[in-house]
């Protein structure tokens, strides 16, 4: 399991990977720190000035406010920017001051929960959302934030980090977006989509 690391550092972490690659976002994060060390020196920055670190992440214009109005809320209610009163809470108390502040959903509050918190959480990314729609998990239409409510009170306590992992690097290599193989699948005899893809020609 990912090595604890700071809550706030990884709920920022989150919105900047949002809609766009791990490389990305991960130069907008460098970006972000090299120019503000602490979260104290980020409090004086200006949108304009956020907006420009992490243009590297792609879409700056709108998490640049979305990450000031988190950390602005953060510094109000705790008086500092620091989530560690955090820990000794139960998941879903985590869970619901995380989804209070502005702009963070469920896939960001479970991330945090699973990869900065090793809380037993399932974040529904993009590739765990195509992945357990074509599996009939749940309906393929089914929203990210429905999903994540009824596969987080089905999966069992304890596989779910671990089943959010293997879904993502089988929604990257195997289960893709466009043109799945789902001929190399190995769990294509459990696929709901999966004979519907290849006979139409878009699964390989």
């Known amino acids: 399991m990912q090595q604890k690391g700071p809550i706030v550092d990884c709920l920022v972490g989150t919105v900047l990977s949002q809609h766009t690659s791990d490389i990305n976002s991960e130069r907008a994060w460098r970006a972000l720190k090299e120019r503000w060390p602490s979260w104290d020196a980020f409090a004086e920055a200006s949108l304009d000035e956020i907006e420009e670190a992490i243009r590297p992440g792609g879409l700056a214009r709108l998490k640049a406010p979305r990450i000031r109005a988190i950390l ?30 502005p702009g963070v959903g469920p896939k960001t509050a479970d991330c945090v929960l699973a990869f900065s918190m090793q809380r037993d959480a399932f974040p529904i990314d993009t590739h765990v959302h195509r992945v357990v729609g074509r599996l009939g998990w749940v309906p393929e239409k089914t929203s990210a934030e429905m999903a994540s409510r009824e596969l987080n009170a089905r999966i069992p306590s304890g596989l779910r980090y671990e089943l959010h992992v293997a879904m993502i690097e089988h929604g990257r290599r195997t289960c893709r977006a466009r043109r799945p193989l789902c001929s190399e699948c190995p769990v294509f005899d459990l696929c709901d989509a999966g004979p519907r893809l290849l006979a139409d020609s878009t699964g390989g």
């Open 72 to 101: 602005d809320e953060i510094l109000e209610r705790e008086g500092r920017v620091d989530l560690s009163n955090l820990e000794p809470l139960a998941d879903d108390e985590v869970y619901a001051y995380l989804r209070s502040l």
